[in-house]
């Protein structure tokens, strides 16, 4: 757990948990993340909220266990309803009700600023999807979708002919590939037009869904041709948003921008993480076959709605 600093913004809530909980208090954060807390926030999740308007209506709540970071959640309200954007444990403070009372504080600051619900949307496995799922419905909350997703090991295919070559020293991405955040304006405008892809792979109807230092783009004579984009979607987890490969791009390309982005997973995580694909339709499935030769681990995709009392 992570050392606390001085914080103006905090305050204690009225305890309400079980005995166990006596020695943790919960506080009101900033958008401006204190340290001890921030690691307990998704790094895309972070970016976003500081890139909002001054009054944007955000919540930040953060639990602390005998004075030391443990906990975080975050949410940011629209019209009439809210979407949790993060929380997370402390694995050291899993189990305790942590997770579930900073969720009832949620809940009660929805009801405060007048929202009906709240919306969550989460890819996990075995006993946190059970966790997830078990705050949900104690809440009267509805799980209304539960997608298969593939979860690709890193240490899985250290020893992949097709992408071990990337996790070690020495790999060099190839001079056709660019990273998102180095391509030209008329480039990222090429992007977006490319014939054929559909409206909902495009980079700008995934918004924060593309980390522009994981996202890659293979050009040829200096225009797009094929494109991986990702994002950071938890502690040391990655998912892929979009991909797409045009008539222009060779064989061999796709594999290439593969590669480059999870090498730039590797160096981003500092080591061993998981990375997520769709089994959308047949192509994901069949390239997330083709990455690990099926071995891969079953998670779920997950999107809920827990409705919001008035008088909470
Ligand atoms: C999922 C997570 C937030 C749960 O945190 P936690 O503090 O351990 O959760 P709690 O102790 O409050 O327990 C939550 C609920 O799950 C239940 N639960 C806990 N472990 C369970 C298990 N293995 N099986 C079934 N239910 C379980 C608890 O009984 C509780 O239910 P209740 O509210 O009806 O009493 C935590 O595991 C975590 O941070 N995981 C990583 C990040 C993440 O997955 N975030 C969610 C996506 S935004």
Redo the contacts with the bound molecule.
């Keep these: 757990m992570n050392k606390n600093t001085d914080n103006d913004n905090e305050y204690n809530y009225t305890q309400k948990g079980p005995a166990f909980m006596v020695n943790v208090t919960f506080c009101r954060l900033g958008r401006n993340i204190p340290a001890p807390f921030a690691g307990y926030v998704l790094p895309y999740v972070r970016k976003h909220i500081m890139q909002l308007e001054g009054d944007a209506p955000v919540t930040v709540l953060g639990a602390m266990w005998n004075g030391l970071a443990c906990a975080a959640a975050v949410a940011e309200w629209a019209e009439d309803g809210g979407e949790?954007l993060?929380?997370?444990?402390d694995p050291k403070?899993?189990?305790?009700?942590?997770?579930?009372h900073l969720l009832d504080l949620m809940l009660e600051e929805g009801a405060r600023l007048g929202k009906k619900s709240l919306y969550l949307n989460?890819i996990?496995k075995d006993?946190?999807l059970?966790?997830?799922d078990?705050?949900v419905e104690?809440r009267n909350g509805s799980l209304e979708n539960g997608a298969p997703v593939c979860g690709i090991a890193s240490d899985d295919f250290l020893d992949s002919p097709l992408l071990g070559p990337a996790l070690r020293p020495g790999w060099k991405k190839p001079g056709n590939i660019r990273l998102f955040s180095e391509l030209t304006q008329r480039q990222l405008e090429q992007l977006e037009v490319q014939e054929g892809l559909p409206v909902f792979l495009r980079p700008s109807a995934l918004g924060e869904k593309v980390d522009p230092a994981l996202s890659v783009v293979w050009v040829e004579d200096e225009e797009p041709a094929a494109f991986a984009l990702s994002f950071q979607c938890?502690d040391r987890m990655f998912c892929l948003s979009s991909s797409w490969r045009g008539p222009r791009a060779p064989e061999g390309s796709f594999r290439a921008l593969i590669c480059t982005q999870v090498n730039q997973c590797w160096y981003r995580s500092g080591g061993s993480f998981v990375f997520f694909i769709s089994p959308i339709n047949p192509r994901s499935a069949a390239m997330a076959e083709w990455f690990t030769g099926g071995n891969y681990e079953p998670y779920t995709q997950r999107e809920a709605l827990i409705p919001i009392p008035a008088n909470r």
């Design positions: 949790l993060s929380l997370f444990v403070a899993r189990g305790c009700g942590v997770a579930g989460y996990l006993s946190e059970a966790a997830m078990a705050l104690s938890g």
